[in-house]
Nanobody
Framework: VQLQASGGGLVQTGGSLRLSCAASGGTFSSYGMGWFRQAPGKEREFVAAITWVGSTYYTNSVKGRFTISRDNAKNTVYLQMNSLKLEDTAVYYC????????????????WGQGTQVTVSS
């Protein structure tokens, strides 16, 4: 499975961005999908996940601001990010898993290349 993330950019605090991750080369609907992020000098961390049947999960810091969704017809997963904060600045990665817990990076078999999100004041 190949994953291509897009949609990052520069936005002011309080603004919005929508990230997209297009998948190819596999049966997209059979994978759980996740978004992770890595800020400079920090470890990569879980942001959000969506299961095969559409159940969603979020890290506490983005609950109520971010929304993950998927369109199986388009083989694409999205991350709608609203009310962005300075601390949301990071490289965002999409990933696909075929099993295991949704927040553990080690359970994700395939990764996209990352897209930079920069939030400025």
């Amino acid at each position: 499975v190949q994953l291509q993330a897009s949609g990052g950019g520069l936005v002011q605090t309080g603004g919005s961005l929508r990230l997209s991750c297009a998948a190819s080369g596999g049966t997209f609907s059979s994978y759980g999908m996740g978004w992770f992020r890595q800020a400079p000098g920090k470890e990569r961390e879980f942001v959000a996940a969506i299961t095969w049947v559409g159940s969603t999960y979020y890290t506490n810091s983005v609950k109520g601001r971010f929304t993950i969704s998927r369109d199986n017809a388009k083989n694409t997963v999205y991350l709608q990010m609203n009310s962005l904060k300075l601390e949301d600045t990071a490289v965002y990665y999409c990933a696909a898993r075929s099993g295991g817990g949704y927040s553990n990076m080690n359970n994700y078999n395939y990764w996209g290349q990352g897209t930079q999100v920069t939030v400025s004041s």
